[in-house]
């Protein structure tokens, strides 16, 4: 188990807010109708706007992972820094991508860990996901794709 917060990790406990203000305004009606139907009222105008834009608004993660998987290819490394977030980047482009992918040793790229994705061998392109808030500028190689920004991370391709 990767020692990871996604998003998704939520929807397991995201009912338990919702069934104990349930009990609450359950509790107040049998006290006074009047108040119980003004709290309903007010629970839905600021429920529903917000369920309806949840399934359409992305994370800032999710944003910059997506970028991540729609750029690489086979046979390019995938590294993220710090290292601490390689589950992300395993469940975003190994499990839910379409490409098998293996991990790999990075020299010269700090606290960062890779994967290798396909079953080929490697194209020489490396896309440098760096979550730090200073980021590094990578001292080797030359630039294949322009650096893209997002959510407070920066990706990188080098040669």
């Not at 992918?101 to 061998?121: E, I, K, P, T």
Request: charged content about 15%; glycine content about 10%; overall charge positive.
């Amino acid at each position: 188990m990767a020692p990871v917060l996604i998003d998704r990790t939520f929807t397991a406990f995201v009912w338990a807010p919702l069934v104990a203000i349930g009990f609450l305004v359950g509790e107040v009606a049998r006290h006074a109708r009047v108040m119980a139907a003004a709290m309903v009222i007010a629970l839905a105008i600021v429920v529903v706007p917000a369920a309806l834009n949840v399934p359409v608004t992305r994370s800032g993660p999710d944003v910059v992972l997506r970028h991540v998987a729609r750029v690489a290819r086979a046979g390019d490394i995938v590294a993220i820094r710090p290292m601490g977030k390689l589950g992300e980047l395993e469940w975003s482009l190994g499990v839910r991508g379409a490409l098998p992918y293996r991990h790999v040793a990075l020299a010269g790229l700090g606290n960062s860990a890779g994967l290798l994705l396909g079953d080929g061998q490697p194209s020489g392109r490396v896309w440098l996901l760096d979550w730090r808030a200073r980021p590094m500028a990578p001292t080797t190689g030359s630039r294949c794709a322009p650096d893209w920004s997002a959510a407070g991370a920066r990706v990188l391709c080098m040669r």
